[in-house]
T-cell receptor
Framework: EAQVTQNPRYLITVTGKKLTVTCSQNMNHEYMSWYRQDPGLGLRQIYYSMNVEVTDKGDVPEGYKVSRKEKRNFPLILESPSPNQTSLYFC????????????FGPGTRLTVT | DAKTTQPPSMDCAEGRAANLPCNHSTISGNEYVYWYRQIHSQGPQYIIHGLKNNETNEMASLIITEDRKSSTLILPHATLRDTAVYYCIVRVGYKLSFGAGTTVTVRA
């Protein structure tokens, strides 16, 4: 089954404790992206990757890092999480070509205390 | 990117067609209209997209006006499982910008 998976689905952590949210897709997609969703602000793009070793900032990249060492994986790294990073995070992927639909993961709900 | 305007909410009776409007009066010639939906904090789900012509797939139909300044997503026979936030997005390229969308509530 074609899918995007994220782990963990729920995470509660403390300020400053480094964490990684994993994202994996099984569709051999070139493009992958991370979004965060906050009440009243909609979904905002954090980082995206056009292909292996190619990443770029989205609208709200501060406080986040990403890497794309393999085509299928696109982890989101919070080196020193802060309470304002409490949010619902989604990973997405799509194949080459601008018209192909994006597939979203199930989401990761992160709480930073 | 062209700005889109959608009503904040709408109700629909189960089994009836749901017509969701979207205004995108500043759309440019190469921008596509996409529709996604999000069911209660799940990942957004692609529904349909179009450029000029009307489109139909197994989920919905998309009607784009001739001047492309507005469009309507039609869910032909709404079910309770169609209750969701529906996003109209106008975009060329990869990045999707999600606004507030329309919260559609299907009632039995």
């Amino acid at each position: 089954e074609a899918q995007v998976t994220q782990n963990p689905r729920y995470l509660i952590t403390v300020t400053g404790k480094k964490l990684t949210v994993t994202c994996s897709q099984n569709m051999n997609h070139e493009y992958m992206s991370w979004y965060r969703q906050d009440p009243g602000l909609g979904l905002r793009q954090i980082y995206y990757s056009m292909n292996v070793e190619v990443t770029d900032k989205g609208d709200v990249p501060e406080g986040y890092k990403v890497s794309r060492k393999e085509k299928r994986n696109f982890p989101l790294i919070l080196e020193s999480p802060s309470p304002n990073q409490t949010s619902l995070y989604f990973c997405a992927s799509k194949g080459a070509g601008a018209l192909i639909k994006q597939y979203f993961g199930p989401g990761t709900r992160l709480t930073v205390t | 990117d062209a700005k889109t305007t959608q009503p904040p909410s709408m109700d629909c009776a189960e089994g009836r067609a749901a017509n969701l409007p979207c205004n995108h009066s500043t759309i440019s010639g190469n921008e596509y209209v996409y529709w996604y939906r999000q069911i209660h904090s799940q990942g957004p789900q692609y529904i349909i997209h179009g450029l000029k012509n009307n489109e139909t797939n197994e989920m919905a139909s998309l009607i784009i006006t001739e001047d492309r300044k507005s469009s309507t997503l039609i869910l032909p026979h709404a079910t309770l499982r169609d209750t969701a936030v529906y996003y109209c997005i106008v975009r060329v390229g990869y990045k999707l910008s999600f606004g507030a969308g329309t919260t559609v509530t299907v009632r039995a």
